[in-house]
């Protein structure tokens, strides 16, 4: 059987700008450049981490 992968809907809501650069570099990794562009990831812990580190900057839509 094919299993569903699950996946989540993260939009970015603020601006890089004034940021670290490693900041910077997470948000670009998550395929994030500009602001309100939503993008679909698969649910990793890679990907949850990554997102906890920048959630001052991103919104999860969906999980």
Do not use: F
């Amino acid at each position: 059987m094919a299993e569903s992968k699950k996946t989540l809907k993260v939009q970015q809501v603020k601006s890089v700008i004034g940021y670290p650069e490693r900041q910077r570099a997470t948000m670009r990794g998550l395929g994030l450049r500009r602001i309100r562009q939503v993008v679909e990831l698969e649910d990793t812990p890679a990907v949850r981490g990554m997102i906890n580190k920048v959630n001052h900057l991103v919104v999860v839509l969906e999980s």
